[in-house]
């Protein structure tokens, strides 16, 4: 497709556009058998895998969205097709009206990616020396190189590791290293693909905010994969969810709860260890007086709730907050088996 069928064919406005993509891998089957050897030599069986499947979704630019599924949904193969390291068997991508396969250069200058088990970062050398290399590999403005460096340093706290071996980094250190390697070039789009990985609470929070920042007030364009969905819910307004390689879910993450019938946890506190009997409730935990129930509030509403909660003696306390989206995620997960 040619730059100007690119452009007439997805919105200028778009970030990111798949129309009709599909994606296939072949596996060579062997058998390691006496006939199987030969059968191998003489007619090789292949298996062909369909990673993803007329996939078609369009992001906004300055959207920050999730991008989740179970394990083997196609996940990481839409991250590589979006930066051009692999290409779609059918369909057409775009990206900031670039397509990732015939302007990957161009398209490279403007995107960041980030794999959470992999770095970019020199192994033996200081972290200054990859961002110098970058710099220069890169091309990137010495004005715009400084500028960006003392951002970074200053809002990932990297200042005392510039000048320590990539090695010797935490893993939480060098996904902040990686994260201010990625922006030197100020990208308008990131690409992150479990980039809270195996980080402690700490390090999640400093990448979390720092990600909702730039988003919110630089207006870079986000996609970000994870296990961690109270992380996703937390950093995006929106989630695509991919199933056997197909888009299953488009919206907010109120919307995918009511997939599962709007789930709600109360907690009740009560005296004297007095516990209340709760129709349509599954309890949860007791103890101390403190009692947690789970909730369908499609079947009972938070009028019949209370209704009911006020009708119970020695009631001191209630609460209402929202299931956890783990919970919400696996419901889903299990009902797409």
Not at 80 to 107: A, N, Y
Not at 191 to 205: C, I, M, N, S, W
Request: aromatic fraction near 6%; include cysteine; charged fraction near 25%.
């Amino acid at each position: 497709m040619s730059e100007k069928a690119l452009t007439d064919t997805f919105p200028t406005a778009s970030a990111v556009s798949l129309f009709n993509v599909t994606k296939n891998f072949t596996q060579w089957q062997r058998d390691n058998s006496g006939k199987g050897i030969l059968r191998n030599l003489i007619k090789p069986e292949k298996k062909v895998i369909a990673a993803l499947s007329d996939v078609a979704f369009d992001i906004g630019k300055g959207e920050f969205v999730a991008y989740a599924g179970p394990n083997g949904a196609g996940k990481s193969t839409t991250m590589k097709l979006l930066s051009g390291m692999l290409l779609p068997t059918s369909g057409e991508i775009s990206v900031l009206s670039m397509s990732p396969q015939k302007q990957r250069r161009e398209l490279m200058s403007k995107l960041g990616v980030l794999f959470g088990n992999r770095t970019e970062l020199w192994w033996d050398h200081p972290v200054i020396q990859s961002f110098e290399w970058k710099k220069v590999v890169w091309n990137i403005p010495e004005p715009l190189y400084r500028k960006n460096l003392a951002m970074m340093t200053e809002l990932l706290d990297i200042g005392g590791l510039l000048k320590t071996f990539a090695r010797e980094l935490s893993l939480g250190q060098r996904m902040r290293a990686d994260l201010a390697m990625m922006l030197l070039h100020s990208p308008e789009i990131i690409l992150l693909d479990e980039p809270t990985l195996g980080l402690d609470v700490v390090a999640k929070r400093q990448m979390i905010d720092f990600l909702k920042k730039i988003n919110r007030e630089d207006g870079v364009t986000i996609i970000v994969t994870s296990h961690d969905m109270d992380d996703l819910e937390e950093m995006a307004q929106r989630i695509l969810m991919i199933a056997d390689g197909k888009i299953a879910y488009d919206g907010d993450f109120d919307g995918l709860r009511k997939i599962t019938g709007n789930l709600t946890r109360v907690v009740v506190t009560t005296e004297n260890g007095f516990r209340p009997a709760l129709q349509n409730a599954a309890l949860l935990s007791s103890e101390n007086g403190v009692h947690e129930f789970e909730i369908d509030l499609a079947q009972t509403p938070i009028k019949t709730l209370m209704r009911l909660l006020s009708e119970f003696d020695g009631v001191c306390d209630v609460e209402i907050k929202k299931a956890p989206i783990e919970q919400v995620i696996a419901s889903v997960y299990s009902s797409w088996k």
